[in-house]
């Protein structure tokens, strides 16, 4: 593998390895988004069973969607293959070594013609609580996203603000809830950033991006006809994390067993199948 994406992605924040997998492995990834989406789409409501969420909205313009669904690797063994492909391990090893935790592994979908599909300027270490639980988060993560269909700034792409990582974890005031906000300059503006300098990810099916947990980002509506769908896994050097599952071994692969605590808080004492908002 060309090891330019290393430096792009330190000097950056964020970096893109292109055609990683080919059109079998996105044929095989395509069909267990459909697979997962129309088990999705027959609850009701967001949906929880242990740390699997299926994340549903009700739309303006489409009515029910689905917008994302955390941990389908405990149920879909095609999305648990990828989670822990060579492909992948090659890719962040360089960067936080062979002993590997997961906290993120997360679908998300954009379908044309929603009214809100867009996620609100923001750093992923907002969201990495308790926070003694996560050391060293400028180097001992990197989180990633396999593009399962094209992504251009047409269809939401990721917007990201390069080198805004080597800042440090910023704050904003009145952020609300990230996934119900749009794209704002004046939210950059609270950063010190500006959207002149921001770049929008083109990606192909197959490609890899990688960015850190400090990286500014943010991704828009999609506004093109056809869906915009992206496979993410967030990485973790084993021994900086306290939460999370095995996901490689020295380098070797992890099953999966009785689900690990990561962010659902309330795993022991709830873990029952549930819809969330009855809980």
Known sequence: MNQEYLEHYRRDGVAVIRNVFGDDDVSALKSAFEAVQAEGMQLRASYRHQNVLFRLSQDANLGKTLRLVQWPSYFNDVLNRYRLDRRMLDIVEPLIGDDVKQIINQMHWKPP??????????????????????????????????AIDPQSAANGAMTFCPGSHLLGELSIDDHGRVMDRDMKAADLAQFGLSEDATITL??????????????????????????????????????????????????KPSTLGDPALVHYDDLYRHPDPHYVDER
């Open 202 to 251: 083109d990606m192909n099916p197959g490609d890899v991006a990688i960015w850190s947990l400090y990286t500014v980002h943010g991704s828009g509506i999609n506004r093109s006809t056809g869906d915009r769908r992206f496979y993410l896994n967030g990485y973790v050097s084993a021994t900086d994390c306290d939460r999370g599952e095995w996901t490689f071994r020295e380098g």
């Open 113 to 146: 013609g929603a009214a809100q599909s867009s996620f609100g300027y923001h750093q992923d270490i907002w969201f990495r609580r308790p926070r003694q639980a996560y050391r060293n988060p400028a180097t001992a993560f990197v989180q990633s996203g396999i």
